[in-house]
């Protein structure tokens, strides 16, 4: 894309191929949310990428690459938790996106955890909160648990097993997921699709691994 296109244009194109809606506010959000991310990244080192055209690419709309399926699969949601969420990805997007979801982002670095509530409060997203420590020690349940890149399939599970219902699932965000993974899952959860993504501008294999409940019919 040239040079001379706005990042708010980009955002649009992007949302555009993801057959999302373009909503000024939510572009202007996402703006000011990537803002947000290079401001403070440069003194607290949020995340390894330095380039504002690489996080729009490999954060932002990788992230919102997830919000069509998610809103597909379960579309009776109403809370979802982000379990290593790092610089709130993806949910701070997701919060966004969806302001009838409820947002949990969970980290156990307590400067991402402070950036993600700085979000929150710049950005007007009351359904936004973040909680710093182990997501072990967490209680609640949650509609979905999300992860990006957090661990393996197994470990990811295993960590959330007391966070979730019956009816609970699990959306795991991946490069690419090898039989060995899978096999990990037997006793813990059960794969029910794997799902594709396609995000503008990123030329990498990405998916998403759906994952349910054992007891789940």
Known sequence: MPEHVSVQQQIEHGLLQLSLAI????????NGYLSLLQKWNQTYNLTALR????????????????????????P???????????AGLPGVVLAVM???LSLTCVDAVGKKVAFVNQVSLSLGLK???AHHGRVEAMSGQFDVIVSRAFSSLGDFV????????????????KAQVSDQEMGDLSNLADV?????LQVPGLDAQRCIVWMKSLNTP
């Open 158 to 173: 295993k960590c959330t097993l007391t966070l979730a219902h019956p009816q609970t699932r699990w959306l795991a965000m």
């Open 76 to 86: 009776a949601a109403q809370t979802v938790l982000d379990v290593g969420t790092g």
């Open 98 to 100: 969806c302001p009838q």
């Open 127 to 129: 359904n936004l909160k």
């Open 23 to 30: 909503d000024p506010i939510q572009v202007e959000r996402l």
């Open 51 to 74: 380039d504002p055209a690489q996080m729009l690419t490999h954060h932002l709309l990788d992230s919102l690459s997830i919000v069509r399926p998610l809103l597909t699969q379960c």
């Open 192 to 196: 029910f699709h794997v799902e594709p």
